[in-house]
């Protein structure tokens, strides 16, 4: 069965068509506190500032939801009767306003036919930088951002903290030994508590010694970098401690016959972050799962027609579905009769009533544990990017909706060139730092409708729905200018590599996938030809 992210896409769009009026509404409310201070305008200001926070992240718009967070605190402390500069909501308001309009800029749209336009990124990740040396600095920034990391530098802790304040990043970055008294651990310590424990701490130092390694731990590291930074690393390093920010949210499928019930498991959960579908019968649970592709199911037991044990039996009949954990939900107690549906396909039994905050951690744990295995299996080990195999079943799903909406589809090969020679001359672990950099490049700077996989070797294959091919072309082509100021450090000193790209339009009507594959092919080859280091279209 195909699982669509069609609708999940649909609703993101609707959410951030809707963001722009929310803020006009936050900013009204704040207007009306300032200038009559009532109670009951602050308490509406600080109630839509807490559910854009917390509706924010789950549609994939983080930072717009952090901008949120903070103006809810700004209310609270109001609240608690501390004193608050009005100044600080304003400049906070300014800041959500920017992130929608960069969210609204981002958002992937369908391309005309000859529309040019900026490659459809997803956001770059804030970091903030103390470092007291300028060309350090600049070195670290240059290199990070084509990973996609907006690095903004700081030399001294009091300007760093006004802005952490203001606008929290997704990680920080701190040298331990800053000129004269200044400190970086000593720095980490006068954070937000809120900050401190939400936001990574990364310490860069020359410094290696046991005492200043401790002093970082203290002040709440989250790891401990030596100068000269080794950039690779520090990507690698940034990549983990920030993966959890950036993930897509947990998909649930709750299917429950009484619908007050299953809306309320689903609000709860997606006050966890989560995404969720409500089906009130097995019918309409079936469908979902082929809509929705949920990474967990929550089902009743006891459910007319058909039954929660019944259907947990027709989903492991589909090979595809047996990795989804099924957790049932019912009033039943008696042990043999859970023993049963267990029996019938179910992961795990839960009985009503139901703690709500007990329902949510039990169900991020499952859903990233089956999404931690299903990875396993569909991702190639060194890049986790989509193997071969998935990437080719990729494409013809992604055939298939083409002919069925009719919206444009462009595939594209990629392949680094001249790799057997940084092989021969840095070694294969210089190599794979290579693929690796691309595939994080392309992971990073491309839409998340868009398919990327590793087609073998330095080859690479992706697929960019709703895109016309000369709109792809000029999307692969900003990537290719952006890799080719890559430089990598390697065993007879640093380098840079280029890459050559074939793009072909597929004609969904006529087009298989190895016919597809064959023309996109067919233009990386002449890309070779001509010289390497472009874009060649067939």
Not at 138 to 158: K, N, R
Not at 239 to 267: C, E, F, G, H, I
Not at 369 to 396: F, I, V
């Amino acid at each position: 069965m195909h699982s669509s992210s069609d609708k999940l896409r649909e609703l993101q769009q609707t959410f951030l068509g809707r963001l722009s009026e929310r803020y006009d509404e936050l900013e009204a409310c704040l207007t009306a506190f300032l200038e009559d201070g009532e109670e009951h305008q602050l308490s509406e200001f600080r109630r839509q500032a807490h559910n854009l926070g917390g509706s924010c992240g789950s549609y994939g718009y983080s930072e717009v939801g952090r901008v949120a967070q903070a103006l809810e605190h700004v209310a609270s402390n109001w609240r608690a009767g501390e004193e608050v500069d009005p100044r600080l909501a304003r400049r906070l308001l300014g800041l959500m306003r920017r992130e929608i309009y960069e969210a609204e800029q981002a958002s992937p749209r369908r391309a005309a036919p000859g529309v040019q336009s900026a490659l459809p990124a997803a956001g770059s990740v804030a970091v903030y930088l103390l470092e007291d040396e300028p060309e350090m600095a600049e070195l670290v920034a240059e290199q990070l951002q084509p990973y996609g990391y907006a690095v903004t530098p700081f030399s001294d802790s009091a300007s760093l903290l006004e802005a952490v304040r203001s606008h929290p990043p997704s990680a920080l970055i701190f040298d331990v030994r800053l000129s004269g008294t200044e400190r970086g651990p000593a720095t980490a310590r006068r954070l937000p508590l809120d900050v401190r424990k939400s936001v990574p701490i990364v310490f860069l130092s020359a410094h290696r010694d046991l005492d200043s390694r401790v002093e970082a731990v203290r002040a709440g590291a989250a790891a401990y970098l030596t100068k000269p930074p080794n950039i690779t690393e520090i990507v690698d390093l940034l990549d983990r401690v920030t993966r959890n920010r950036q993930a897509d949210p947990y998909r649930v499928l709750v299917v429950d016959d009484m619908v007050s019930t299953a809306k309320l498991y689903a609000a709860a959960l997606e006050d966890g972050g989560m995404v969720t579908r409500v089906a009130g019968d097995a019918r309409q649970a079936m469908a979902a799962i082929d809509d929705f592709g949920p990474e967990i199911i929550l089902l009743d037991l006891y459910m007319p027609e058909i039954s929660g044990d019944e259907l947990a039996q027709v989903i492991r009949q589909y090979p595809s579905l047996l990795p989804i954990p099924i957790v049932f939900i019912s009033a039943e107690h008696d042990e043999p009769t859970q023993i049963a549906a267990l029996d019938h396909g179910g992961d795990a039994f839960i009985t009503k009533p139901v703690d709500l905050d007990h329902l949510t951690a039990s169900v991020r744990v499952r859903a990233q544990r089956y999404r931690t295995l299903r990875s396993s299996m569909q991702r190639d080990g060194l890049t986790g990017l989509l193997n071969h195999r998935h990437a080719k079943e990729s494409l013809e799903a992604e055939l298939a909706r083409a002919r069925r909406t009719g919206s444009p589809l462009s595939v594209a090969m990629l392949d680094i060139d001249h790799f057997k020679d940084v092989n021969d001359t840095h070694g294969h672990p210089v190599g794979d730092q290579v693929i690796r950099s691309l595939a994080r490049i392309l992971t990073q700077r491309l839409r998340r409708s868009d398919v990327i996989g590793r087609y073998g070797g330095e080859e690479f294959i992706v697929l960019l729905p709703d895109t016309p091919g000369d709109h792809a072309a000029t999307v692969l082509d900003e990537l290719r200018q952006s890799f080719s100021v890559l430089t990598h450090q390697g065993t007879e000193g640093s380098f840079s590599c280029s890459l050559s790209c074939g793009v072909t339009e597929a004609l969904p009507e006529s087009d298989g996938v190895d016919s597809v594959i064959a023309r996109a092919d067919q233009a990386l080859y002449r890309a070779k030809q001509e010289g390497r280091d472009r874009v060649e279209r067939s």
